[in-house]
């Protein structure tokens, strides 16, 4: 989902992957098990309390520093981002289970990104440009195109397929769904090579 798809209410706009995270964490409290201690899987942690007091105090911190009315306003979306989506992946994550069905997704997604990141690289257009918030045509560095998916910016698509292959490697390890793992792996090293081996920083001359 893009930047591009969004609401636009009384001056705000509510983005639909914001839409989404709000969604998933209504769903995961009305699923809650009437025997349930917590909504959250061991309980509220001291993990818990730090992420949540590093993401307060970010935004705190962003708002004195502008003291404006946007400021205020984009950081309700920054805390509505990361605090809710944090607790909507605490409350729907509760055992291995879950996280390996999280990690299946993400394999299917990093295939759907490395399809659309080499068709930016073959014929210079990004496909999610359509459903809008992303630019037609890629960016260029030293002449070299920095495909970017569905992402907001090329760095972090190859930061995605990075971080996300030993996730994938886990998949194998575990010995689920062998073939997921393979196509997420590859998929992963795809997104990596066109951001960090092909146009991610000047080359030396």
């Known amino acids: 989902v893009t930047q591009g798809q969004q609401l636009y ?34 309980g509220w942690t001291s993990i ?32 509505w981002d990361f605090v809710l989506g944090y607790f909507a992946l605490r409350v729907l994550i509760r055992d291995e289970r879950d996280a390996i069905l999280a990690i299946q997704c993400c394999a299917g997604l990093a295939l759907i990104f490395a399809i659309t990141m080499t068709i930016e690289q073959q014929r ?7 459903l809008g918030g992303i630019l037609a045509k890629p960016e260029l560095r030293e002449g070299k195109i920095r495909s970017q998916g569905a992402f907001q910016h090329a760095l972090t698509a190859g930061t995605f397929g990075a971080t996300a292959i030993p996730l994938f490697v886990l998949l194998w390890k575990k010995r689920v769904t062998k073939w997921l793992s393979a196509i997420g792996i590859v998929s992963g090293i795809v997104m990596a090579v066109y951001q960090f081996l092909c146009a991610s920083s000047p080359q030396k001359r």
């Open 48 to 79: 818990d309390t730090a992420s949540v007091c590093y993401m307060v105090i970010v935004a705190m911190a962003t708002t004195l520093q502008f003291m404006t009315v946007p400021a205020i306003v984009n950081q309700v979306g920054y805390l």
């Open 9 to 42: 209410v009384a001056g705000v706009h509510l983005f639909v992957n914001r839409l989404l995270v709000l969604g998933a964490l209504i769903r995961g409290l009305i699923s809650r098990e009437p025997n349930q201690r917590s909504v959250f899987a061991g």
């Open 124 to 130: 210079d257009v990004n496909l999610f440009s359509q």
